[in-house]
């Protein structure tokens, strides 16, 4: 549930060919820095401007280090990081009503809080982007540095903090608004034939 301490957003398209990368849309790229950006501030401390001006300037679709970082729209990815930080302390709040019990967002490892930050921030406070949407986005962000079981709890968790804050966008029931057979539907998967 945690993920591993070798986790690192940096280290994320090492793998991918060039031109998947290229592939990613400006606002999905601006989602990814975002996740990015938190992290960096939260090891090295760095503020909301340091770490704006860093990204915009160094990463934000440049190559480094033979890793070719996706364009990002940077209004988007301005407003994104700027309101996750300056709306934390509500987002922590809905983020630990919807962790499991005895999980509280402190103990979820540093990437994979930042991915939920960034999701739960979006469904908050930007009803522009529909609530089904901006989860299906930091799913993909979250398989982006995960293999495991991290995607499904960002998928469950920023499930929760939709159906609390954007109810009637939530109108499947519980675990549901998939299509049957897939994880989280509510419904067994269709047996092989």
Known sequence: ??????????????????????????????????VQALYEMDISGKGVLDALAEFEAFWIG?????????????????????????????IDQKLDQALAQGWPLRRIEIVLRAIMRA???ELMFRPDVPA???ISE??????????????????AVLDRVAREVRPGEMSAPKGGGKAPGKPGSGKPPAKKA
């Open 1 to 34: 549930m945690t993920g591993t301490p070798e986790t690192r957003p940096d280290d994320i398209a090492q793998d991918a060919p060039e031109e998947t990368v290229r592939a990613i849309s400006p606002r999905s790229g601006a989602r990814l820095s975002v």
């Open 62 to 90: 440049q190559e480094v280090d033979g890793i070719l970082h996706p364009k990002a729209e940077t209004a988007f990815f301005r407003d994104l990081l700027r309101g996750t930080v300056e709306e934390q302390r509500a």
């Open 119 to 121: 999701g739960a921030y």
């Open 132 to 134: 089904p949407a901006a």
């Open 138 to 155: 930091y799913v993909d962000v979250a398989h982006s540095f995960y293999t495991a079981d991290e995607p499904g709890l960002v998928n």
